[in-house]
């Protein structure tokens, strides 16, 4: 069974940083490309960031260029988000979401995936 289970969330103040987790279970981690997607309080999802199967592409929203970084550990099965200079405007539920790797399809929209977690909130806020 496929499984993403997201960690990290929590409150920060803003200015402060978040590094969120994603532990992949039950399929081959290093033949999936992997995202980040947000949903703010009374809006829809939007993409933030993704990453090759590979590791060696990345990918970002313009609003969190210069501040996010994504990155994964093939060997752990495991997705990170390191955000930075957090702001408001990033409180939303944080998810990641799988897709089997595909260079010929989009990989920064969100219905492109296939495979999702259950989120973790994030909260910038003093």
């Known amino acids: 069974e496929v499984q993403l289970v997201e960690s990290g969330g929590g409150l920060v103040q803003p200015g402060g940083s978040l590094r969120l987790s994603c532990s992949a279970y039950g399929f081959t981690f290093g033949n999936y490309d992997m995202s980040w997607v947000r949903q703010a309080p009374g809006k829809g999802p939007e993409w933030v960031s993704a990453?090759?199967?590979?590791?060696?592409?990345?990918y970002y929203i313009e609003s969190v260029k210069g501040r996010f970084t994504i990155s994964r550990d093939n060997a752990k099965s495991t997705l990170y988000l390191q955000m930075n200079s957090l702001t408001p405007e990033d409180t939303a539920v944080y998810y990641c979401?799988?897709?089997?790797?595909?260079?010929?399809?989009?990989?920064?929209?969100?219905?492109?995936?296939?495979?999702w977690g259950q989120g973790t909130q994030v909260t910038v806020s003093s």
């Open positions: 990453i090759n199967s590979g590791g060696s592409k990345q």
């Open positions: 979401a799988a897709r089997y790797r595909n260079r010929y399809r989009p990989i920064s929209v969100a219905d492109e995936y296939d495979y």
